[in-house]
């Protein structure tokens, strides 16, 4: 058995295979229960909505072959997804699905109608209402015309319903009945005993004509089909956010071989291939420009409008998209291993997860619809020797349940939410790796920031220069930066950049010497420059009198001053600070608004630690904590009893974010693959924070709002079709009804799910 780097576990390798033939969450349960029977199986999710099954397996122990097999011989169609023209192929399969469902319900519609004013308009004459009747075909004066009719109407409905019934009493001869088990029986049942009653027709028993119920079976088909096309419909939206990404990515690539221009298909490009990109043209593969300048527009990927520069040595991604030069880059990523194959993978992974809360229902499909036809055998027969055998309302009864109790909105609820929440999280630049983090995201109660490239720039900049009365600020700033050009100190090179974005030329250093733990010392036109900290001055014997209340404001506020003295003489000072990001207030605002408790850990002294804290409104301080212990603060966090995010960079915060209930990443979109993280916000912006945890509770509420309905709907439903309305002195429910609240109870999941797509990012 392969083993992986710490020499104790199986490699186990993923892969997603797009299912065919599923109809409710018993098939998804059975195909589940399949392929786990297998050895070297470490988990398999089926995602009903997405029609998907997502398998980790051990490939020494079985192959891919045998779990296609599996799922084969438990009645299903299992087929690998070509990641190449995956998008193409599930849009087409899905509009080829969806035209010809609505095809069934049209050829179904055109005789079910017909049949059901024919079956129904006799009847209404009882209750006063008088509509148009052939006289021919009154059932009391030709019965057997009558029936005939009705039977010739119901063929073709039954016929374009015909997979209800090879599927599901295959299933039921397989002893795992599923939602087309119940409508075969259902209808089935209808139309037998309906053919039955034509046979005693033509006998001689004309009473039997009042026993017919070949428009119970093809309206049931009918309303069935409806629903199932409005299903499909919907589906296919919930799937939209991974099309959308998988479109991105370009068919061609133009490559420089032999020394002339090529364009071929992008599955044809090497790693070290030579590409170029035109104007209007987008990025096929990842690298590194080699020449040129231009402006890519990188939208995609950071979720930033603005297109950035580019020129020898900046990397590029595949599908962000050229926008003015042209330029030739080196292929350095292709196919799977580019950022936003890495996207696309960290999607599919999240839409294919099961939440905790998912197990529920799980749990319910698992034994429901064997549960279902007890029932509806039990009541059918309680009810024919109650009503002293009364065929035909036993038959109505039985027919009732079993076409009302479908598991197909247990079934959606869960992993339709799933999709369109992460979906739109995608969108939204937060990429969220699975259904235990989204759920979990939504019990946070504590947020911990890293301070360092989290709350602040990560990079240290000019933000104040002093001077004493016989300075000048630029001319400080520009000799200040002149001298440091030689430093390799964080706030000298700080410095110099300061310098050189007010546009300051730098000036000749004659001398230059770096005096550990103090500052340097340069000679620059004949004058000597030092910058340093106090501990400098005061070994050089310069008075710091006239700014020391400017110096310990700085300080305060969380900045470094660095002191400037020329010739002896203090001269000013120069502050460099690591500035807040402008979103980390907005941010922190917002997470206040949700009720929840923000802290920042750092490895800076107090009084650093304290200035930012308060400048964004921090409520808890986490300071002078090194790398190696900050997961036990987050641990000291959980022991109160808080659920804990952790934000940080996902390198050096690594533990902590491993530690944290749920852990985000800041990232640039390029390190997708975080494997700490559980959230990984593409965007640097810290307000995608609460958005995430804002996603969450609204994908939680969703949910439960699916299980609530698909629950209660069954709860109610399924005794009212086994009679207990009857009893009370209300209507019987007929079948008819039955099917159509059916129908409308998947397609009311679904609907409620897609309402996610209306999810606004909290704004910076």
């Known amino acids: 058995m392969p083993q992986n780097r710490k020499g104790d576990l199986p490699m186990m390798e993923h892969q997603a295979l797009s299912i065919r033939g599923m109809t409710c969450a018993a098939c998804a349960g059975r195909i589940e229960r399949a392929v786990r029977k297998l050895s070297g199986i470490?988990?398999?999710?089926?995602?009903?909505?997405?029609?998907?099954?997502?398998?980790?397996?051990?490939?020494?122990?079985?192959?891919?072959?045998?779990?296609?097999?599996?799922?084969?011989?438990?009645?299903?169609?299992a087929l690998e997804i070509d990641k190449a023209d995956a998008a193409d192929e599930d849009r087409v399969r899905k509009r080829k699905e969806i035209r010809t469902l609505w095809t069934k319900f049209v050829v179904s519609a055109v005789f079910s109608l017909p049949l059901l004013y024919i079956a129904m308009a006799p009847m209404l004459t009882q209750y006063g209402i008088t509509l148009p009747y052939p006289k021919g075909l009154d059932p009391m004066n030709d019965p057997l015309v009558y029936a005939l009719l009705e039977l010739a109407l119901v063929i073709p409905a039954i016929g374009v319903g015909y997979r209800f019934y090879t599927v599901g009493f295959k299933a039921l001869r397989q002893r795992s009945p599923n939602m087309d088990s119940l409508i075969a029986i259902g209808t089935g049942a209808a139309a037998l005993y309906s053919i039955y009653n034509?046979?005693?027709?033509?006998?001689?028993?004309?009473?039997?004509?009042?026993?017919?119920?070949?428009?119970?079976?093809?309206?049931?088909?009918?309303?069935?089909?409806?629903g199932k096309s409005l299903e499909a419909v919907s589906k296919g939206r919930t799937s939209e956010a991974i099309r959308k990404l998988m479109g991105l990515a370009p068919k061609t690539a133009i490559v420089i071989r032999d020394g002339a221009e090529k364009e071929i298909p992008i599955e044809e490009v090497a790693i070290g291939d030579v590409i170029v990109i035109k104007p209007g043209a987008k990025i096929p593969v990842d690298g590194t420009i080699t020449c040129g300048r231009t402006a890519i527009d990188e939208s995609m990927l950071t979720g930033e409008s603005m297109p950035v520069d580019k020129k020898a040595g900046d990397p590029v991604y595949a599908a962000s998209l050229n926008t003015t030069g042209t330029a030739q880059f080196r292929a350095e990523k292709i196919g799977s291993d580019t950022a936003l194959a890495q996207i696309i993978r960290l999607v599919e992974d999240a839409q294919g997860s099961k939440a905790p809360i998912a197990q529920l229902a799980d749990v319910v499909s698992g034994y429901f619809v064997p549960i279902v036809c007890a029932i509806a055998l039990i009541a059918g027969v309680a009810w024919y020797f109650?009503?002293?055998?009364?065929?035909?309302?036993?038959?109505?009864?039985?027919?009732?349940?079993?076409v009302i109790a479908c598991p197909c909105a247990l079934g959606l609820a869960t992993p339709t939410a799933i999709m369109v929440g992460t979906g739109k999280g995608a969108e939204n630049g937060i990429l969220i790796k699975g259904g235990e983090a989204l759920e979990t995201a939504h019990k946070i109660s504590t947020v911990v920031f890293d301070k360092t490239g989290t709350i602040t720039e990560g990079k240290p900049t000019v933000t104040d220069v002093l001077t004493t009365e016989d300075a000048e600020a630029d001319a400080l700033l520009q000799i200040t930066a002149s001298a440091e050009k030689g430093s390799e100190h964080p706030l000298g090179q700080a410095i110099v950049n300061g310098a050189q974005d007010r546009g300051l030329a730098l000036l000749k250093t004659d001398s230059f010497d770096s005096i550990t733990g103090r500052g340097i010392e340069a000679q620059i036109g004949g004058r000597i420059v030092l910058a340093g900290n106090r501990k400098l001055m005061d070994e050089r014997g310069i008075a710091l009198s006239t700014l020391e209340a400017e110096s310990d404001a700085l300080a305060s506020e969380g900045k470094t001053p660095m002191y400037v003295a020329l010739d002896g003489q203090l001269a000013g000072i120069v502050a460099v600070a690591d500035v807040v990001k402008p979103s980390s207030r907005a941010a922190i605002e917002s997470l206040h608004g949700m009720g929840i408790e923000v802290a920042m850990i750092t490895g800076d002294n107090r009084r650093t630690a304290d200035a930012i804290a308060t400048q964004v409104g921090i409520d808890r301080v986490l300071a002078e904590v090194l790398p190696q212990d900050k997961s036990n603060e987050v641990k000291k966090l959980q022991g109160e009893g808080r659920k804990v995010a952790m934000v940080g960079d996902g390198i050096n915060d690594a533990p902590a974010l491993a530690q944290a209930d749920v852990g985000i990443a800041i990232g640039s979109g390029t390190d997708v693959a975080m494997e700490s993280a559980d959230i990984v916000l593409m965007r640097s912006q810290l307000t995608d924070v609460p958005t995430a945890i804002y996603l969450s509770k609204r994908t939680i509420r969703n949910i439960k709002q699916n299980l609530f309905w698909a629950f209660g709907y069954n709860v109610i439903g399924i005794p009212i079709a086994a009679g207990l309305l009857y009893l009370l002195g209300g209507p019987l429910l007929n079948p008819i009804f039955a099917a159509a609240a059916m129908s409308l109870s998947s397609v009311s999941v679904l609907t409620n799910a897609l309402r996610l797509k209306r999810f606004k990012a909290i704004s910076q």
């Open 198 to 226: 034509t046979v005693q027709i033509a006998n001689g028993n004309s009473r039997a004509v009042e026993s017919l119920y070949f428009e119970t079976a093809g309206v049931i088909i009918t309303l069935i089909l409806l």
């Open 386 to 402: 109650g009503t002293g055998g009364n065929v035909a309302f036993a038959l109505t009864i039985f027919i009732s349940v079993l």
């Open 42 to 77: 470490g988990q398999a999710n089926v995602n009903l909505a997405g029609e998907k099954l997502f398998v980790e397996y051990d490939s020494a122990a079985v192959q891919l072959p045998a779990i296609k097999e599996a799922i084969e011989k438990a009645g299903y169609q």
